[in-house]
């Protein structure tokens, strides 16, 4: 079993920088991709960014586009997300996947999930 730890969340202001990382205690399979998703209490879980280890390939959602940046190391099965000019919106829980293959903007069509780092904006 495959397991994902995130780490990095914490208090910051708003328009301030936060980066979390996602590291895999294994390579899941020989083609992947990892994804960040976030999700507020009571609400759905949405996606965020993904990447795609295949070639490189990366999606982000509009509401962060230009703001987040999605990176990582392939050969150490680790991820990173970089959140600049926060915003409150930017909601609390984190979570980072994996899924076979290329990135999915769907929740469920992952395959592991990490635990959550919880993020907290202040204005």
């Known amino acids: 079993q495959v397991q994902l730890v995130e780490s990095g969340g914490g208090l910051v202001q708003a328009g301030g920088s936060l980066r979390l990382s996602c590291a895999a205690s294994e390579r899941p399979f020989s083609s992947y991709a990892m994804g960040w998703f976030r999700q507020a209490p009571g609400k759905e879980r949405e996606f965020v960014a993904a990447v795609s280890w295949s070639d490189g390939g990366t999606r982000y959602a509009d509401s962060v586009k230009g703001r987040f940046i999605i990176s990582g190391d392939n050969a150490k099965n680790t991820m990173y997300l970089q959140m600049n000019s926060r915003k409150p919106e930017d909601t609390p829980v984190y979570y980072c996947?994996?899924?076979?293959?290329?990135?999915?903007?769907?929740?469920?069509?992952?395959?592991?999930w990490g635990q959550g780092t919880q993020v907290t904006v202040s204005s």
């Open positions: 996947a994996v899924r076979r293959g290329y990135y999915s903007t769907s929740s469920t069509a992952y395959d592991y």
